[in-house]
Nanobody, 124 residues
């Protein structure tokens, strides 16, 4: 069992930055692929960023490439999402996710565990 707790969301002006954190419980954090998804009102949950078990490989949705960075700290059992140059269309609830099997996380049907979500609002 893995519990995920996100933090760091909030209200920011367009062009600003936020860093989301996701703290995971348990001693097997490094066994999981970690990622971030987001869901805007009236839209489906979509993949944002993923990171391999070691942290050596990362991948991003096209919509956030060049602006967002994902990283993880396997000592602190935490995954981060650094968001720069934020746009109003980035407004959504952001969810942290953990997936045990496979090598990449790109679909919302794949993760085994989810956090409760943190709201990010970008004003124009």
């Amino acid at each position: 069992q893995v519990q995920l707790v996100e933090s760091g969301g909030g209200l920011v002006q367009a062009g600003g930055s936020l860093r989301l954190s996701c703290a995971a419980s348990g001693r097997t954090f490094s066994s999981y692929i970690m990622g971030w998804f987001r869901q805007a009102p009236g839209k489906e949950r979509e993949f944002v960023a993923g990171v391999s078990r070691s942290g050596g490989s990362t991948y991003l949705a096209d919509s956030v490439k060049g602006r967002f960075t994902i990283s993880r700290d396997n000592i602190r059992n935490t995954v981060y999402l650094q968001m720069n140059s934020l746009k109003p269309e980035d407004t959504a609830v952001y969810y942290c996710a953990a997936q045990y099997s496979g090598s990449r996380m790109v679909s919302s049907s794949e993760p085994d565990y989810w956090g409760q979500g943190t709201q990010v609002t970008v004003s124009s």
